[in-house]
């Protein structure tokens, strides 16, 4: 199945698309390219509101870009990696049965389920900006990706791939 195809069964059943993953085995080179393509995802849906900040503030694009980049691309996979570590240890206190890997896959599959929104937030927020329409689309995506997080991290932890 492709990673569309999948991202659009993952709005019909997100624990079965996570199960169907864990199936795979543990690739860490898949959970490595979910994370940096939903990082560059979120790049490139920050980029209309950038322009916008840009051009209000009257500052230069190239170094709010450059700032961007740095932050998303180069740091943010470490915090999601630290991120899933740590819902790992906190399921595994309350009984959890998956792994480190599954953990990862859980929260980086969301983080790349959810691009669809996170591209429309990121368009909402660069040509409508700030107002009830942000607020509404900005919701929305938190909801969703607590929601894909949280139920392939259920998956993962009760151990029901098979």
């Known amino acids: ?52 900040q840009s051009h209000l503030d009257q500052v230069d694009l190239g170094p709010l870009l450059g700032a961007l980049l740095l932050g998303l691309i180069f740091i943010l996979p470490l915090i999601l990696y630290l991120v899933a570590g740590l819902s790992h240890l906190l399921a595994a206190l309350f009984g959890g049965k998956g792994s480190f890997f599954g953990a990862r896959l859980a929260l980086f599959w969301a983080f790349l389920a959810v691009s669809p929104i996170t591209l429309l937030n990121g368009l909402v927020e660069g040509f409508i900006g700030p107002g009830p329409a942000q607020n509404v689309t900005g919701l929305v995506l938190l909801i969703l990706f607590l929601w894909f997080w949280f139920r392939g991290l259920w998956v993962v932890e009760r151990g029901a791939v098979k």
């Open 1 to 52: 199945m492709s990673v569309s195809q999948r991202i659009v069964a993952t709005y019909r059943g997100p624990g079965r698309v996570v199960r169907d993953m864990l199936r795979d085995g543990p690739r860490e080179d898949r959970a490595l390219a979910m994370v940096m393509a939903g990082c560059f995802l979120l790049f490139v849906s920050r980029w209309p509101s950038t322009a916008r």
